[in-house]
């Protein structure tokens, strides 16, 4: 698709078609952590990427972000993910630290040292309501403690470090939350779960109980509930939309070599297959508009907190999920349906299995029905367009 690539986006289809590429049904097969690929994208400060210059980061914009975020997507959509909690992470704390001494430090270890940070927002309890937190900090002097059960820490026993939410106090109410990062020296992760999915399986979700202990100068002064509106979920949902994207173009063009093969071998006959293909384009081109509108959207206003809190953004970025969600496994579903049983077959370069399972994973990754009832309570007081 004809949307500009920056020299960012197009070392990473350069990685994605060699390391990628060669790792992808290995990572796949035994639900293991994308090793190769997250270390090439290190040994070119890909994980750095989205940090300010002035942090010793690429500076890069949203449109790189995402853009590379879209790339990875077309090659390992596991490797895609990681790349994209790992840089959610970044965004929240390079966007709300607010001049805080320890966060500023952190930033120019990150970038420096290329760490990887996943995230804790779901806990058991609250489940996929990351709005509200059942843990709390517990403060001691200048140290807090913290212990959470969670569910799904993406490559959490490859992270250098966590940010993790929770109630601010002991004394705090579910939605008085905060977010803390601690450092890998600094907690333990108990396997509680095993990750053993349909799909994303490299992103080793695995269950744990994790116990913490940090300064309190790691604690985000912003409260989380800023936090998440004005940039956890719009970056997330640009980010994860991108690379979700990526799975279905990458299916697309599996079918469309497929009626290329099938034209090759009849020429001058357009092959049945090919109207199945300008009906899967048609939906791939609908999925691919709303995922860079979403983006355009959040770019417009990402300096304007008023309208990063206003209910119309929150509104949108909502949609660009669930729609996203809905449209990718739709086209992976008509691609497969241009290639048959190639496509249905696991071993053959039109296999489609890996994509379709992968798909999937979006819809429930904070649960579609969840999103449209906070837009369903929303409308009730939204009223512009
Ligand atoms: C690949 C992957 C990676 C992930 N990585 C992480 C991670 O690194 N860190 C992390 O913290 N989490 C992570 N998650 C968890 C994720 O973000 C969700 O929070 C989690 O998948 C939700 O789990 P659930 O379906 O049990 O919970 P719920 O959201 O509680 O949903 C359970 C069911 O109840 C329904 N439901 C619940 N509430 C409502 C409502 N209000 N209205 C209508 N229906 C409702 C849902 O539709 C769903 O059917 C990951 C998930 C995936 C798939």
Redesign the pocket.
């Known amino acids: 698709m004809a949307e500009q690539a920056s020299a960012w986006v197009t070392l990473a289809h350069k990685i994605g078609a060699s390391v990628l590429t060669a790792h992808v049904d290995d990572v796949d097969r035994a639900s293991r952590f994308p090793r190769e690929s997250i270390d090439a994208l290190r040994a070119e400060k890909f994980l750095g990427l989205f940090i300010p210059k002035e942090l010793g980061g690429g500076g890069a914009s949203l449109a790189d972000l995402t853009g590379v975020c879209h790339a990875l997507g077309q090659y390992c959509a596991s490797t895609g993910?990681v790349y994209a909690?790992h840089q959610i992470q970044i965004a929240c704390m390079m966007r709300h630290y607010k001049g805080a001494e320890f966060f500023a430090g952190y930033l120019r270890e990150c970038a420096k040292d290329e760490l990887l940070i996943?995230?804790?927002?779901?806990e058991l309890g609250p489940?996929?309501?990351?709005r509200m937190s059942s843990c709390a900090l517990e403060y001691d002097g200048d140290e807090v403690k913290l212990e959470k059960n969670?569910?799904?820490?993406?490559?959490?026993l490859e992270a250098d470090g966590i940010l993790v939410t929770s109630r601010r106090t002991v004394d705090s109410p579910p939605s008085d939350q905060a977010a803390t990062l601690v450092k890998k020296s600094q907690y333990t992760l108990e396997k509680t779960m095993e990750w053993d999915?349909l799909?994303?399986r490299g992103?080793c979700?695995h269950g744990f109980m994790f116990r913490g202990k940090a300064h309190k100068s790691q604690v985000l002064a912003t409260p989380f509930a800023e936090v998440s509106q004005q940039t956890m979920l719009p970056v997330a949902h640009t980010t994860w939309t991108s690379l979700w994207s990526g799975i279905a173009v990458d299916a697309v063009n599996r079918a469309r070599a497929f009626v290329r093969a099938e034209a090759r071998r009849q020429p001058g006959v357009t092959p049945p297959s090919a109207l199945r293909l300008a009906e899967t384009m048609n939906t791939l081109h609908l999925l691919r508009a709303n995922v860079m509108d979403g983006i355009r959207e959040y770019e417009r206003v990402m300096d304007d907190s008023e309208a990063l809190s206003g209910l119309g953004f929150a509104i949108r970025m909502n949609n660009l999920k669930v729609s996203t969600t809905q449209l990718t496994p739709q086209v992976v579903g008509q691609a497969l349906a241009v290639c048959g049983i190639a496509g249905y077959k696991s071993n053959t370069k039109f296999s489609l299995g890996r994509h379709l399972r992968d798909a999937h994973?979006g819809a429930?990754?904070?649960?579609?029905?969840?999103i449209?009832?906070?837009n369903s309570n929303l409308l009730l007081v939204y009223k512009d367009e």
Do not use: H, K, W
Not at 127 to 130: A, E, V
Not at 150 to 156: E, R
């Open positions: 993910m909690m996943a995230s804790a927002t779901t489940q996929g309501n990351t969670t569910p799904v820490i993406s490559y959490g999915t799909g994303m992103t979700s994973g429930l990754m904070v649960a579609n029905d969840r449209l009832g906070t």
